[in-house]
């Protein structure tokens, strides 16, 4: 038995793979550095999403992964247990963001530093003048 | 809630962040592009509390609305703002 939820669950599946395409197809065609920093961070955050769906649980009384008391019962566990989506995806994305973020701040930083050196953002261009095909105009 | 109505939510806004993420890929304009790569983050971040991780929904408004544009834009303000049409 195949739902109607369960359907519209993998088409979003296949949406984040295409998303994730278009950034990897950013990261490899483009040519300009700031350009190449944008498309990776649309990849990073399309494979956090892609975990955070996988751990979602496709049922009618799903709930938060928090406790609702600080005592719970027996047949609250139980209940919890059985309700809820999963936590470790979420933990994990939470410190992948993170991670991220000082990456693209690092790359940010060499990316200024290549303007100011080279005088071009293009990667090729920077690739000719260290080859000494052009003069660099910085 | 049904959980097609909030998975339908979902789908829609994948296809929001799939037609952001191609804008800012073919956008000249880096600002440009930033915006678009900051409206894909908007909808990443309604599709985090649709699939109730409402921690990551705080840090990751923060991060992809706040920080990453103003990361780029600083070095886009140090940098040139305009894509060039390179010939190879």
């Given at each position: 038995?195949?739902?109607?939820?369960?359907?519209?669950?993998?088409a979003s599946f296949i949406t984040l793979?295409?998303?994730?395409?278009?950034?990897?197809?950013?990261?490899l065609a483009k040519r300009n550095?700031?350009?190449?920093?944008?498309?990776?961070?649309?990849?990073?955050?399309?494979?956090?999403?892609?975990a955070i769906l996988l751990g979602f649980r496709v049922s009618a009384n799903v709930m938060p992964p928090v406790l609702p008391s600080l005592n719970?019962?027996?047949?609250?566990?139980?209940?919890?247990a059985g309700a809820a989506v999963d936590p470790v995806p979420q933990a994990?994305?939470?410190?992948?963001?993170?991670?991220?973020?000082?990456?693209?701040?690092?790359?940010?930083?060499?990316?200024?530093?290549?303007?100011?050196?080279?005088?071009?953002?293009?990667?090729?261009?920077?690739?000719?003048?260290r080859r000494g095909e052009l003069d660099g105009e910085g | 809630?049904?959980?097609?109505?909030?998975?339908?939510?979902?789908?829609?806004?994948?296809?929001t962040a799939l037609v952001a993420s191609i804008l800012a890929i073919r956008a000249r304009d880096l600002v440009k592009a930033v915006?678009?790569?900051?409206?894909?983050?908007?909808?990443?971040?309604?599709?985090?509390?649709?699939?109730?991780?409402p921690d990551i929904l705080f840090v990751?408004?923060?991060?992809?609305v706040g920080i990453y544009p103003i990361l780029m834009l600083y070095a886009i303000s140090k940098t040139k703002r305009f894509e060039e049409v390179s010939e190879g």
């Amino acid at each position: 038995m195949v739902s109607v939820a369960y359907v519209i669950y993998v088409a979003s599946f296949i949406t984040l793979a295409c998303t994730a395409a278009v950034g990897v197809y950013g990261v490899l065609a483009k040519r300009n550095i700031i350009k190449k920093i944008i498309a990776l961070t649309i990849v990073g955050d399309t494979a956090n999403t892609f975990a955070i769906l996988l751990g979602f649980r496709v049922s009618a009384n799903v709930m938060p992964p928090v406790l609702p008391s600080l005592n719970p019962s027996k047949e609250l566990l139980t209940r919890f247990a059985g309700a809820a989506v999963d936590p470790v995806p979420q933990a994990l994305v939470i410190t992948a963001i993170v991670i991220n973020l000082a990456i693209t701040a690092f790359l940010l930083f060499l990316a200024v530093r290549i303007y100011s050196l080279y005088g071009t953002l293009d990667y090729g261009k920077v690739i000719r003048v260290r080859r000494g095909e052009l003069d660099g105009e910085g | 809630m049904n959980p097609a109505f909030a998975l339908g939510i979902v789908l829609y806004l994948c296809v929001t962040a799939l037609v952001a993420s191609i804008l800012a890929i073919r956008a000249r304009d880096l600002v440009k592009a930033v915006a678009f790569s900051a409206m894909q983050s908007v909808a990443y971040a309604i599709i985090y509390a649709l699939l109730l991780a409402p921690d990551i929904l705080f840090v990751y408004v923060a991060v992809g609305v706040g920080i990453y544009p103003i990361l780029m834009l600083y070095a886009i303000s140090k940098t040139k703002r305009f894509e060039e049409v390179s010939e190879g």
